[in-house]
């Protein structure tokens, strides 16, 4: 079901390459041959198979023009220079080089700096300054493009990870490079299979897997040398079961409201009241016969923008309200890989950005209503799409807050915005809990699939750090 924008698959890598008994920590997390975008993928190729994509986005505008945006260099110019106006090139150039410079620092030698103390914290900020890495993204794009469409271009990419581009800071103009560096992939088989595979190597590794076993409470005693320490995790069905560490890569709002109160400080109620989590999102999940035609003007990943682009983030992220019109990020797989659907048919989806249910809005009543015009919207791009649909369904922001148990239905955790990152993100080390641990996109350094695998990567030398378990290991 996503996430289908799979990128620095150096990280996978790594993670296929785990062994029992071999240091793990050791050495740098991004060696030169890797920061000079060679990628090896001898190991992952063993449990799944991840291919390149080119482009790695069709960008549609409403006036019916589109962006093919790819890692080519001469090609991104060409594009530019057909898109844009007088100075956009030189704009563009400009952009590069700030992206590049914020990408070497903010990614390559701060993508596994925890930040778990303000003077941490601290330290960097200068040189974020130096590098206006701080000043929000869609500044830094109007200020380097006169035309609108480029703007949109190259500050839309945060979405993909809850971000407002109004709003988070320019420090994330990184993906650009990120992208830039290593392209972006796609598991043949779909998510699910990456899904199978990392589930393989887990198993392989010792690891078991438990289904349909919901924790109810993280249970706690007095003691250690803060409120109190981790005795393990209740479940739905009763079932204790022990441990001197717990590690949750849930909801962070979730998790800490499954700790009595008297054992939580810091992550109060007051605390989630004043926090401000990601949009939501409205996907609808669909099959059509193919015409033959669908790759004439679609590619594998299609982001289709409305009208509005400015106004329309803020409907969305600030006043809360659904709007008239809206942007989507259409997946359209069966280009790349035909085996994921029957002959002669297509499987995708269309992701739509909505507001959180702390917008109020009634998912019971508007969900349906709502898919049939997002799908009427795509005959723009699929004719006939109506009568060629075989099968849809949707999830909208009820199925992020009551099945995968998600504050407010929010998609990615708390939203990417400067007071919200690196020290003031929630902790992968808990400031409450001794042997309790965060994992995953509700903490440093955020959502995305590179940043969730950095988190874990922190998270595992904090406990290796914790339990005396990093002999000979590189600290964060």
Do not use: C
Not at 63 to 84: I, K, P, W
Not at 211 to 226: D, F, K, N, S, W
Not at 350 to 366: A, K, M
């Amino acid at each position: 079901m996503g996430p289908t924008v799979i990128t620095v698959p150096h990280l996978l890598e790594e993670l296929f390459r785990l062994e029992v008994g071999t240091p793990q920590l050791q050495g740098p997390d991004f060696p030169s041959e890797v920061r000079s975008g060679a990628i090896d993928l001898e190991a992952t190729s063993r449990y799944v198979q991840l291919i390149p994509l080119h482009p790695f986005y069709r960008i549609h505008f409403a006036d019916g023009s589109f962006f093919d945006y790819d890692g080519d260099e001469a090609h991104l110019q060409r594009e530019v220079a057909r898109l844009g106006e007088a100075g956009d090139l030189e704009g563009y150039f400009r952009f590069q080089q700030q992206a590049q410079a914020i990408f070497q620092r903010g990614f390559l030698e701060l993508g596994t700096t925890y930040f778990g103390d303000l003077p941490t914290m601290i330290r960097v900020v200068p040189e974020l300054i130096r590098l206006d890495a701080l000043r929000p993204l869609f500044q830094l794009a109007r200020r380097s493009f006169q035309s609108p469409k480029l703007q949109q271009v190259f500050s839309f990419e945060p979405l993909l990870i809850g971000g407002n581009p109004l709003a988070v800071p320019a420090l994330y103009a990184m993906i650009h490079f990120v992208e830039r560096t290593w392209g972006v992939y796609f598991a043949l088989g779909g998510t699910g299979a990456l899904v199978k595979a990392l589930v393989n190597k887990f198993q392989e590794l010792g690891g078991e897997l438990r289904l349909q076993a919901e924790v109810a409470e993280i249970r706690a005693r007095p003691g250690g040398r803060r409120r109190g320490r981790v005795e393990g995790v209740v479940l739905k069905s009763g079932e204790f079961l022990q441990g001197d560490v717990v590690i949750s890569n849930g909801d962070w709002v979730t998790t800490y409201r499954l700790i009595e109160p008297r054992f939580r400080f810091w992550n109060s109620e007051t605390r989630f009241r004043w926090s401000r989590p990601s949009m939501s999102l409205f996907v609808i999940y669909f099959g059509f016969r193919a015409d033959g035609r669908e790759s004439e003007h679609l590619r594998h990943h299609n982001i289709l923008l409305g009208p509005r682009y400015e106004e329309l983030l803020r409907e969305i992220f600030d006043r809360k309200i659904l709007p008239k019109d809206f942007s989507q990020y259409l997946h359209l797989p069966t280009l790349t890989d035909p085996s994921l659907a029957p002959p002669g048919h297509h499987a995708a989806y269309t992701l739509v950005p909505v507001p959180h249910n702390g917008s109020g809005l009634d998912w019971e009543l508007l969900g349906a209503p709502f898919a049939k015009k997002v799908l009427r919207s795509l005959e723009a791009y699929l004719p006939g799409l109506e009568e060629r649909l075989v099968y849809s369904t949707f999830i909208d922001p009820n199925y992020f807050e009551r099945t995968l148990n998600s504050y407010l239905g929010n998609a990615f955790g708390p939203e990417p915005v400067l007071w919200q990152s690196a020290y003031f993100r929630p902790h992968n080390r808990s400031e409450d809990l001794e042997g309790l641990y965060l994992v995953g996109a509700n903490t440093q350094p955020g959502a995305g699939v590179p940043s969730v695998i950095l988190s874990a990567k922190m998270t595992a030398r904090l406990i290796a750090q914790d339990f005396g378990l990093d002999h000979g290991t590189r600290r964060s």
